[in-house]
């Protein structure tokens, strides 16, 4: 191994060390409490260090986004691969990787949907904007196609196949965020999993075609 590649590993082992960090500050302290400085402290470093690799505790936070967003775009583009499946296999499949894509790490989802909604993009470089925005319009438009598949095979009725999309997201999200909220007044209980199952569920019977909708729908 070379020099240049030592360095690159140096650096990249050094940015990975302050993620990790950061990710234990955040959970403890939470966003708008933690600073820059508390970071290096976790990650036993000097501020001035942290601040060659991330601009701001935003960029940070928004790092942490972006792996989840990454393993998700896997997950999705892993079901929609997947030729044995039909359509509704395919939607079921969907709903299962992001049930998993939560308990992979519960947090940074929630720091995800926040960020989406956030003024803190607009502190963020151009280069990791550029990078969340094409990792989510890939996502959605990976989605879509499954709900075109179903359009086509007549098993969905006939809409925008990215408006389900974002649907499904939104359906996704809002459980997430209602129950994390739910969660921090009373933590004996957690309903996520049954409320976004029926969630869910009430989203795929509102798609259904007629002549596949169940009685009474």
């Not at 967003?69 to 992001?98: C, N, T, W």
């Not at 798609?207 to 009474?216: Q, R, T």
């Amino acid at each position: 191994m070379g020099i240049k590649e030592r360095k690159e590993r140096e650096k990249e082992r050094r940015r990975q060390q302050i993620i990790v960090a950061a990710k234990r500050v955040f959970s403890n302290k939470g966003f708008n409490k933690t600073t820059m400085e508390d970071i290096a402290k976790e990650a036993e470093l000097s501020p001035g260090t942290l601040y060659l690799y991330f601009k701001n505790k935003e960029e940070l936070y928004a790092s942490l986004s972006l792996r989840i967003l990454q393993y998700m775009h896997i997950r999705i583009f892993h079901v929609v691969g997947r030729s044995e499946l039909d359509p509704l296999g395919k939607l079921d499949a969907l709903k299962e990787a992001m049930s998993d894509v939560y308990d992979f790490d519960p947090l940074i989802i929630i720091n995800l949907i926040h960020l989406q909604s956030s003024e803190m993009l607009k502190n963020l470089s151009d280069e990791l904007i550029e990078e969340i925005t094409t990792l989510s319009r890939s996502c959605i438009s990976a989605i879509s196609k499954v709900f075109q598949e179903g359009m086509d095979a007549g098993v969905f009725m006939k809409s925008n196949p990215v408006a389900l999309s974002d649907i499904f997201w939104s359906v996704f999200s809002g459980v997430v965020l209602l129950e994390s909220s739910k969660k921090i007044i009373n933590t004996d209980k957690d309903f996520l999993k049954s409320t976004t199952e029926l969630a869910f569920e009430i989203f795929e019977r509102g798609i259904m075609a007629k002549k596949y909708a169940p009685l009474g729908v």
